[in-house]
């Protein structure tokens, strides 16, 4: 009988001791049992090195490197540079796997003779959540290929399993041979997305919910914004440019990623009220008026608030600013009052 590979799990892991627990235990009971778990504690400061110490001590198969804090994308690095596994796969700190998720993008890696398997995922913030979302994969075990052009317009615009994301898909070795993560920047993913996919034939999908996304307000991605959350633009802009390149019918879709980019740093600018960068709103704005093609996103925007601020930021950059003041300063006090009044 021929063994399964040895499958490494890769696990940065930095300041989440509330969260770590569940994670780990996620993946040490993972029905697909040949793995290499490799936990990079990045500096923290709370007891999250200790509790990667006390996991590794009663599992051999977990590796924990402890490194001065450098960043995710470090973390990554240093982990890919000692794994052992013919296959690999990321999981963040403070997310939870499903018991049979290695098993379930192994077997579709054989199945279709493919070298990645993405899976869908859900967001929760509380871990009850979890289980109703396993019940959907009853009514939810599609499974499908897809040519990385797919994939890179999916990413475009917002298919959740095309998110440009590492987490929620196993790789085989080959795709990190020569590639990593450019160390000391977030969105670390999508600076190295076009290259992730780029030498694929075809890439294996399962629709079902078995990576548990936390929505975590203290993760990277979610804090205040600085000087360092600009960097998206740099490397959403090396992706789209690459992909526009090797498909210049689908341009398109790359500028339509853009706009959401610059939507989204606007839309952040506007509600952390960061007036030091204020004057990047008009450059903003002057983007997607120029390249937001209003039939694709009339075809693919989801109603949603974030959205609507898109078209108000499309006719002028302060409409947004407008709408959001309006909100705090008008329409919250006056639903805190009512509140107040229905407890009484």
Known sequence: MVKNPLISVIIP???????????????????????????????????????????????????????????????????????????LSFVDSDDIIDENYIQILFDLIKKYNTKISMANYKEFSKNEQIQSYKAENLQNNDEKLLEPKDIFIGSCIGEPYCLTAVWRCLFHRDIFVNLRFPAGEIHEDVAIWFEIFQNCKNIAISKQYIYFWRLNLNSTVRKKIDDKFFVIIKNTEKFTSQFENKYPNYAKFAKYKMCFVYLNLGHKIIENNSKEHYDKLPKYHAYIRNNLDLKLAMKYLKIGFTNKILFLFYIHPKLPDFLVNFYQNFIMPIKNIIQKVIKK
């Open 13 to 87: 892991v930095y300041n989440v001791e509330n969260f770590l627990h569940d994670c780990l235990n996620s993946v040490i009971s993972q029905t697909y049992t040949n793995l290499e778990i490799i936990l990079v504690d990045d500096g923290s400061t709370d007891k999250s090195g200790e509790i990667c110490d006390e996991f590794a001590k009663n599992d051999t198969r977990i590796k924990v490197l402890h490194q001065k804090n450098s960043g995710q994308a470090v973390a990554r690095n240093n982990a890919l540079d000692i794994m052992q596994g013919e296959y």
